[in-house]
């Protein structure tokens, strides 16, 4: 990828950046006959919008940690949204999902075994990019493609598990978000030769920013707007046990408890009012948008040891910007 000028420092602008570097390598692609059969479907995803955190995230990372060309981190910037792509088409064959980003998901309009086949794609081409690296940035992005498929996992294995614990919870949101976005941070910081010290800050900065990512995405599905791309409660039909459903199977009793396990076991669109109620008594909204600012918190206390920049202020913006979406 060509280097890139960050003189010009806002989250659009590095938003651009990241849209015209997938741009041109989509172009590189679909000029080359191995890939352009491929690569003709994956355009589809990979260019279909999304917020790209992940890799402004690298790129932000990197020129906070003191890397002067961002050039130098765009495949692994890259890397990250693409693996983050395979997952989101992988998911949607797991899950059944019609749509994805208000446009018909891969296997809805070639086919599961097309579908699979993209995600695969995506993920070797996401791997070969961050493969250009050291051995130890390497390992960060094999061991980050073994955690996502581990958290998938686990979610599995807890699907329409009324006895899912917090501590689960928490072990599949760090093995599917946290983790990347700590592998794509602490990486980034490698790139740039930082210090042991800034690459662990932004380690911990990731983690506690994925987490707090996912708690908000899990929010939105039962309190949000079809703005975030699927229908309100399609966690709840996929059987998936976020963490204020089970807050609120901790705190309610009786009755309550009872009518919240009917909803959730012969749960239906017009029952979603009828559990946001429930959660509301059990203080689940309440208690998982603590959780959010707390876990935002503690990720803009990681960025501490880290040289003031305009970049470190753009990380803690993005932080900030986790935070407002459940305002």
Known sequence: MDAVNSDSMSLDSFKNMVE??????????????????????????????GKRYRPMLSILAYSASGGSDVGECMDLALSAELIHTATLVHDDVYDQSKMRRGKPTIHSSYGMAHAIITGDYLFSLGFELGAKYEERIVGQVRESCAGIA?????????????????????????????RPFASG????????????????????????????????DDLLDLIGDETIGKP????????????????ALTML??????????????????????????????????????????????????LEPLHDSEAKELLKEIAMISKSRTA
Request: aromatic share 8%.
């Open 20 to 49: 015209e570097n997938i741009e041109q390598l989509v172009l590189s692609k679909m000029a080359s006959k191995i890939d352009k059969p491929v690569m003709s479907i994956a355009r589809e995803v990979l260019m279909g919008g």
């Open 150 to 178: 581990s958290g998938e996992i686990l979610q599995f294995h807890h699907i329409n598990d009324l006895s899912t614990s917090p501590e689960d919870y928490y072990e599949i949101i760090d093995g599917k978000t946290a």
């Open 185 to 216: 941070c602490s990486s980034a910081a490698m790139v740039a030769s930082a210090a042991e010290e800034k690459i662990q800050a932004l380690w911990g900065y990731g983690m506690e920013l994925g987490r707090a990512f996912q708690l908000v």
């Open 232 to 247: 309100r409660g399609t966690d709840v039909h996929e059987g998936k046990m976020t963490l204020p459903i089970i807050y």
């Open 253 to 302: 009793h009786g009755p309550e408890r009872s009518q919240l396990r009917d909803v959730l076991r012969n749960f239906s669109n017009d029952r979603l009012s009828e559990l946001c109620d429930l959660l509301e008594r059990a203080g689940s909204f309440e208690y998982s948008k603590i959780l959010i600012s707390n876990h935002v918190q503690r990720s803009l206390d990681f």
